[in-house]
């Protein structure tokens, strides 16, 4: 694989090490943010968790309530996107389970889901040089040797379905047994001018030995998803993004982030987790971005040139990149994957020498797309990360 890296691609894989199973070409250099800088971090998560989680046990007022509303709503009644009933607020997020929704037909007419900007976009001081382009290369397969444990997320939006990629990530709450997925937070909500995306199904390990997408046409349902479908029943996400967030600017990106919580595999009694077989540690106290020698940015580009059937990666050595000064600058990579990408992790190597979760896929240039950010994983992301892991601890 290295002889068909670039010189400077070459110089990043060095300085990352060995690709391996849960520990793949990144490395983060060494670097102590301080402990009372730490304990602060600590403190505005749990504010965070309080103020911008948003949980409720209430259900809304509109959740399907019997099997003639739950029929109409598999039919059409997801299709319902009037502002006025567009269930935008943390507290509102409902996802009835949908029995076979997510067809092979309903799959393949999903659009790869992105958030882009153009080359007018202004960005902040702490924008640092712009990454020279990285071309995205094939996971080596079967993708649960070689890769974190990465899968695609589809859901219904206004403009029809949709896709983006998500990881399986640790629960410390229920150890062995998370339910949990990482992604971002426009994959699954629209944002200022919209509200919760529905239907939203997690595939862990898609197209596990990397069939191209004509094969996949007549291969068998296993292929497609050798661990199964599993249904989303909870989000949390920043109030940063539901206040902020816009697919078409950039608004929000530094904080588009977003935890899924599956529910358990109702025939085995078994978790995501110990179905897959494995999950990452999320790193919410990673070192500055510039002590970093190389990340490792994984997703299902679904536009072209790719066809959404099998999972690439991009290394590179982050710069920042920063829209609101207000907010952490966030990671800048060289990298021409494209829609669909969106909410796949981005990976470091942990002071435990195990690859750890840093980022997600945010934003990407366009129309010629050569790189890609993921927004630092800060206090608001440990408070939402947080809050849903508190909210199921000791439930399935």
Known sequence: MASH???????????????????????????????????DRKNEAADAAKDGGGLTDKLPEDLPGSID?????????????????????AADFVNPYVPDHWSRKRVEEAKGSENAVGPDVETA???????????????ATPYTQNAAPAGKIFMETPK???????TVVKDPRSPGKSNLV??????IHGGRSGGWFRNIMFAPAFNNDGL????????????LYPYGQWWVEWIQTTDYWISKGDSSNGNGAQQDFAVLKVRTNPDTGKSLEETVGAAVKVDFDAPPIDRFAGVSSYGYPAEAPYQG??????????????LDPSQPPMYWIGC????????????????????????????????????????????????????ISKKFAGRS
Not at 70 to 85: I, P, V
């Open 5 to 39: 890296l670039s010189p400077r691609r070459r110089r990043v894989a060095a300085l990352a090490g060995v690709v391996t199973a849960l520990a793949l070409t990144v490395t983060a250099c060494g670097g102590d943010s301080g402990s009372s800088a730490s304990a």
């Open 125 to 139: 001081g702490a924008t640092g040089p712009v990454p020279s382009r990285v071309q995205a290369e094939q996971v």
């Open 69 to 89: 509303d739950l029929d109409q709503w598999r039919k059409d009644g997801w299709k319902n996107w009037d502002k006025d009933q567009w269930l935008r607020d």
């Open 182 to 187: 990482a992604t971002a937070a426009h994959c």
């Open 160 to 166: 029809g379905p949709g896709v983006c990629s998500g």
């Open 336 to 387: 021409t994957m494209t829609g669909g990408m969106s909410g796949g992790g981005w990976f470091a190597e942990g002071s435990d020498g195990k690859a750890q979760l840093v980022s997600v896929n945010s934003l990407i240039n366009r129309p010629d797309v050569s790189w890609a950010t993921g927004p630092r994983l800060g206090a608001a992301a440990e408070g939402v990360f947080d809050a």
């Open 212 to 223: 191209s997408a004509s094969r996949l046409d007549g291969a068998q349902r296993s292929a």
């Open 309 to 322: 059937a099998r999972m690439f990666r991009c290394t590179d050595k982050p710069s920042r990149y920063s």
